[in-house]
């Protein structure tokens, strides 16, 4: 979106939208890019986590930080995820006309359940004390939620709606 906004005419398409949008958009993939860094980050735990208890931690295994220094790590990745999100969601509410037109009505609503998901988990965390296998799950179960809302609306709305 810079290279097209600062890009001297004619080498890179143009953006015609508002820049309400943009920011919208900006923060829609530095949301799911977070939320993206947070799965690799659950699948090295549960990886270092089965090394671990089947005590046999070898190769790259032994060169990763403590457990719990790689949980932590998670839940930092999470909660920016989540931030931007929600920043996400309330930038898409502001500059967007109708957040539950036909067309945007399945990316808000798995968006807004992804949201919830992670937001349960992080408070699971911090209430409740979640951490391990259970954090994993619902990390994995918010992001395969949230990429139904990016990819999955498509494939809906060309695929199964015809729209």
């Known amino acids: 979106m810079l290279f097209a906004e600062f890009a001297p ?7 015609s939208e508002q820049p309400g949008i943009l920011a919208h958009i900006l923060l829609s993939i ?3 890019g977070m939320l993206t860094i947070a799965v690799f980050q659950s699948l090295l735990l549960l990886l270092q986590d089965h090394h671990l208890k089947h005590k046999h931690p070898s190769g790259l295994i032994k060169n990763f930080p403590p457990l719990q220094t790689m949980e932590s790590l998670l839940f930092g990745f999470l909660l920016a995820g989540w931030l931007l999100l929600s920043a996400s969601l309330v ?3 502001i500059f967007l006309d109708n957040l ?3 067309h945007l009505v399945h990316k808000t609503l798995l ?11 992080l408070w699971g965390r911090h209430q409740l004390g979640w951490r391990g296998y259970k954090a994993i799950r619902w990390t994995l179960a918010g992001f395969c939620l949230l990429m139904l ?8 709305r060309e695929f199964i709606l015809h729209i």
């Open 149 to 156: 809302a990016y990819f999955g609306s498509k494939l809906v």
């Open 100 to 102: 539950f037109a036909q």
């Open 111 to 121: 968006s807004v359940l992804a949201w919830v998901v992670f937001g349960l988990l």
């Open 9 to 15: 005419s004619g080498t890179a398409p143009a953006i």
């Open 91 to 93: 930038s898409g509410w």
């Open 30 to 32: 530095l949301a799911y």
